[in-house]
């Protein structure tokens, strides 16, 4: 692979190891202030050697990763996952993610009487 030695943008490592799936979204994360290397706020063209800590707040979770081999070009998942260490903290269970406001398939719009009995568990209005 070309590249190995040296440093390489933050945007284009976070691609290329596939922690998001387009350059533009690990751009757009860098110019958001999601992205911190070594704990500092980087810009997508800071550079990122080998032992920089990345950590990315994407999707709603903390990524943490910590650079093993710089990469250029996006590569297959089992090549990406040998180009960092992930101490990324587990994700959190799927109950503790419960959907707002789903209701079962083919019952239609929900009525007056529904919405507001949804916005009362969102605290949106005082009891009835």
């Not at 490592?13 to 980087?42: D, E, F, P, S, Y």
Request: proline letters at 9%; hydrophobic letters at 35%.
């Amino acid at each position: 692979m070309s590249g190995e030695e040296g440093t390489v943008r933050t945007d284009a490592w976070i691609w290329a190891v596939r922690l998001t799936k387009t350059r533009a979204m690990a751009a757009a994360a860098c110019k958001g202030g999601h992205v911190r290397v070594n704990g500092q706020r980087v810009k997508p063209a800071h550079p990122v050697k080998v032992g920089d800590e990345v950590r990315l707040f994407h999707e709603g979770r903390q990524r943490v990763a910590v650079v093993r081999r710089i990469i250029r070009k996006r590569v297959g998942a089992p090549v990406a996952a040998e180009c960092y260490v992930d101490n990324s903290p587990p994700p959190p269970p799927r109950e503790a993610v419960a959907p707002a406001g789903r209701r079962d398939r083919g019952t239609g719009r929900p009525t007056k009487r529904d919405r507001r009995d949804m916005e009362r568990l969102r605290g949106g209005l005082p009891p009835a």
